[in-house]
Each structure stands twice: as structure tokens, then as C-alpha cells.
């Protein structure tokens, strides 16, 4: 079974960046269209940002112009590069496919505050 391995979180000031990366245990990122997630608390998990196999782009409003989405297939990894976080993105960050189609990963906690 494909696990789904988050990292790079952490605590940020507002202004900020962290860059995420998710790690996949099989070759499911060449073959899918894969994205970032994110769960606030009280909040539904938001698809955040999504790149397809051939490297087209689409990104929420809300990160538009902040967030970076990236793969590198033959390390079955995806990337999120934010920059000028702000509090409201503070949240569990989780990769996928999307649709979702294997099991959640963990996350990683980003946690933006002065």
C-alpha cells in the first residue's frame, strides 16, 4: 500500500516561508495528477494547489501568487513553496492524488504567528 509521507512544517512569522515536501513509498505521483491539501481547526481539508502529470498548474485564490506547487516524479515527491504566509494559513498541510485516491498521510503542522 502507498504511503503518503509530509514534512517541512513548522512555526513561521507572518511574512514568512516554508517549503513542504511529500514523499511517496510508491509511483503514484507519475501517473496522477497530485496536490496539497490543507485542514484548519473546525475547518473541512481544502485542496490548496494541484499540478497533472504534464506540469499544468491550478491554485485556490487564497494562495494564488504565494504558493508554488512542484513534482519531481523520478523521487515520487511534491513540493509546496510558500512564501508571505499569513495567519489564516496556518493549518495541517496533507498531499494526495486528486481526486484523493490513496490513504492520508499524517500531515505536517504550519503554524503562522508572531
Known amino acids: 500500500q502507498v504511503q503518503l509521507v509530509e514534512s517541512g512544517g513548522g512555526l513561521v512569522q507572518p511574512g514568512g516561508s516554508l517549503r513542504l515536501s511529500c514523499a511517496a513509498s510508491?509511483?503514484?505521483?507519475?501517473?496522477?495528477?497530485v496536490g496539497w491539501y490543507r485542514q484548519a481547526p473546525g475547518k473541512q481539508r481544502e485542496l490548496l494547489a494541484r499540478?497533472?502529470?504534464?506540469?499544468?498548474?491550478w491554485y485556490a485564490d487564497s494562495v494564488k501568487g504565494r504558493f508554488t506547487i512542484s513534482r519531481d516524479n523520478a523521487k515520487n515527491t511534491v513540493y509546496l513553496q510558500m512564501q508571505r504566509l499569513k495567519p489564516e494559513d496556518t493549518a495541517v498541510y496533507y498531499c494526495?492524488?486528486?481526486?484523493?485516491?490513496?490513504?492520508w498521510g499524517q500531515g505536517t503542522q504550519v503554524t503562522v504567528s508572531s
Open positions: 494526495n492524488d486528486v481526486p484523493p485516491l490513496t490513504s
Open positions: 510508491g509511483s503514484i505521483f507519475g501517473f496522477n495528477a
Open positions: 499540478i497533472g502529470v504534464g506540469g499544468i498548474t
